[in-house]
């Protein structure tokens, strides 16, 4: 795509739900750990790549590093994505604009979908832009907000979401583009007042509509490419759709 795009991936989390002693991102989809498979979707849109990490830190740097060359960052407290974000910015290197934020535990993002959403971001002149999907059965997942006018407003996570917000069936991929300039005026406004205490990454969405700030979602065509691996099931489930692609390309 080009050098001067980032992107950022969040790979420091505990995966407690995995029940295993290995870092959830290191579990393997089709024999490859599954944030390879988010790297080398990231590295055919981006000239650089920053990796936060932080559970098994070292680990995690080895196998990403005996693949892939890439920049690293440390989050020591896992205090939210927000927070990640913020432990991740310092280490983009100068010139780098737009940023791409996406998590290690999506294996099934394509390269194709990552570039379409920067694309639309710089011919929309954004600030920020969403990647979102519907989803017949959104539970689980983080709404998306839209204002009277259409415009995005706001990412409610359901566990802050009422019962009317819980029915909007738009969903964050948790994938988001991002110009640089507005994520350093952003990231210093987030707080912790909500249901978990953390730094959440979607309230920069509201800081930017609270400053009327350029902000849309570019609607993904594949729910699939968007799921995020948490449990066994989850690693299975998303194994099965990857051999089906393959399988479909062969």
């Known amino acids: 795509m080009t050098a001067d795009i980032a992107v950022i991936i969040l790979a420091a989390g505990l995966g407690k739900r995995m029940k295993s002693p290995k870092a959830k991102v290191l579990h393997e989809v089709l024999g490859k750990p599954m944030v390879m498979h988010v790297v080398e979707a990231a590295r055919q849109v981006a000239g650089s790549v920053v990796i936060v990490v932080g559970n098994q830190a070292d680990e995690v740097r080895r196998v990403i590093s005996h693949s892939a060359e890439v920049l690293y960052a440390y989050q020591e407290r896992q205090l939210g994505t927000g927070h990640a974000v913020m432990c991740a910015l310092p280490h983009v290197p100068e010139g780098c604009d737009p940023i791409v934020i996406l998590c290690g535990d999506v294996p099934l993002i394509r390269a194709s979908t990552l570039k379409d959403l ?118 299975h489930r998303v194994e099965a759709v990857l051999a089906a692609r393959k399988a479909d390309i062969s």
């Open 118 to 235: 920067v694309a639309n971001h710089l011919s929309s002149r954004r600030d920020v832009t969403l990647l979102a999907v519907d989803l017949e059965q959104p539970s689980g997942y983080g709404r998306v907000l839209l204002d009277p006018d259409g415009r995005l407003s706001g990412i409610v996570e359901e566990a802050d979401a009422d019962e009317a917000q819980r029915a909007v069936r738009t969903i964050n991929s948790g994938i988001y583009c991002v110009s640089k300039g507005f994520l350093a005026e952003a990231l210093p406004r987030l707080d912790r007042r909500n249901a978990q205490g953390e730094f959440y990454l979607t309230d920069i969405i509201r800081v930017g509509y609270r400053d009327a700030r350029a902000l849309g979602i570019c609607r993904g065509g594949d729910p699939d490419e968007i799921l995020g691996v948490n449990t066994p099931e989850d690693l």
